[in-house]
């Protein structure tokens, strides 16, 4: 059973990962500064990335390992071949690796790293997983979200979006918080064109990005809506 942990205690932990990474890396100059979450994963936990083809359809985005294991993985034309991880291994599909798709792999970076912080931070809580060696399996799907998928999703946005970092932003672009009415006509569109300027500055998605300002406040439910982003639990 995975601890629960409550927003604020993951923000902690968020925190506390980027302060190590902002420690590895010192920021130069005043301008709000994009986290690697790549380089994150090998600096701060001394992980390796790797881009495998996981599943026939491309429905799986990442996994996380924490044993020594070997998996069998499709190669096309119903192929497999076997591949040897470590419990250093973070894998990507290797849809991932293309420039379209930086937004989702920093995401799912993100949130495979997410995975193995918790497991470092709490092993008495995640012995199954841990007995299982190859457990979290990142889908590309809108089905139901376990308690652990919850927790890392989470982890994730603190650690590829801080909190002063998005603010820093917001201030940077002049964008104007939506928190009341939705602005309409011309005054909409700079507003989307302002946010869609910071989500591709710290390089992560639309969808990414907005739900972690609804979080924060920033934006309201009615913004999201003008992307069809699902709503916001903020809970």
């Known amino acids: 059973m995975p601890k629960r942990l409550s927003r604020a205690d993951i923000t902690r932990i968020g925190c506390s990962i980027v302060d190590q990474y902002d420690a590895a ?14 380089s994150m994963a090998k600096v701060v936990l001394g992980l390796r990335i790797r881009f495998l083809k996981l599943s026939p359809d491309g429905s799986i985005l990442g996994c996380a ?7 069998q993985l499709p190669t096309g034309e119903g192929l497999v071949m076997e591949v040897q991880l470590s419990p250093r291994d973070i894998v990507l599909d290797v849809s ?35 007995d299982n060696r190859v457990e979290y399996l990142y889908r590309d799907s809108a089905g139901p979200k376990s ?12 650690l590829l979006m801080p ?27 700079k507003e989307i064109v302002r946010f869609n300027d910071i989500a591709a500055y710290l390089s992560v998605s639309r969808q990414a990005l907005a739900i972690r300002m609804k979080r924060m406040g920033v934006v309201n439910e009615a913004f999201l809506a003008c992307f069809h982003f699902p709503a916001v639990c903020t809970e």
């Not at 890396?25 to 790549?38: E, H, L, Q, S």
């Not at 390992?65 to 998996?71: E, G, P």
């Not at 308690?147 to 603190?158: F, G, P, R, S």
Request: aromatic share 10%; with cysteine.
């Open 25 to 38: 890396f010192p920021k130069v100059g005043t301008m709000p500064r994009p986290i690697d979450p790549a």
């Open 65 to 71: 390992c924490f044993q020594d294991v070997t998996v």
């Open 96 to 130: 991932l690796m293309a420039d379209s798709m930086t937004g989702r792999r920093n995401f799912t970076t993100a949130h495979e790293l997410a995975h193995h912080i918790l497991v470092r931070l709490f092993p008495e809580y995640y012995q199954h997983n841990l």
């Open 147 to 158: 308690w652990l998928e919850w927790q890392a999703n989470n982890l994730a946005e603190v």
């Open 163 to 189: 909190e002063d970092t998005v603010l820093s932003c917001i201030q940077m672009f002049g964008f104007t918080p939506i928190t009341d009415a939705l602005p309409t006509g011309k005054d909409l569109t």
